[in-house]
Nanobody, 123 residues
């Protein structure tokens, strides 16, 4: 069974950058794509961005486009979310998740989830 562990979160001032990592371990990692989601206080979990495992094709939410980049290291089964020009609205718990068959912005397409990691952006 694949396990996902996020790291790299923390606190940063507005305008700053953070890079989150998602390490996959366990059974051979063959998922089609990995996505990043977030849940801000009092809000529902929302899609941030995703990338396919084989080609690295990416897809982003409008809120992330131009500021966030999803990438992966196939050799280490590690996925990254590089975030730049952060603002307080980006404050949330960030989750990575695997999708077996498609790259999607729908949570229903993702079958395994990490526990999440806190990102706090102060003004």
């Amino acid at each position: 069974q694949v396990q996902l562990v996020e790291s790299g979160g923390g606190s940063v001032q507005a305008g700053g950058s953070l890079r989150l990592s998602c390490a996959a371990s366990g059974r051979t990692f063959t998922s089609f794509a990995v996505g990043w989601f977030r849940r801000a206080p009092g809000q529902e979990r929302e899609f941030v961005g995703a990338a396919t495992r084989s080609s690295g094709l990416t897809y982003y939410a409008d809120s992330a486009l131009g500021r966030f980049t999803v990438s992966r290291d196939i050799d280490t089964n590690t996925w990254y979310l590089q975030m730049s020009n952060l603002n307080p609205r980006d404050t949330a718990v960030y989750y990575c998740a695997t999708a077996a068959q498609s790259m999607s912005d729908s949570m229903g397409e993702y079958d395994r989830w990490g526990r999440g990691i806190q990102v706090t952006v102060s003004s």
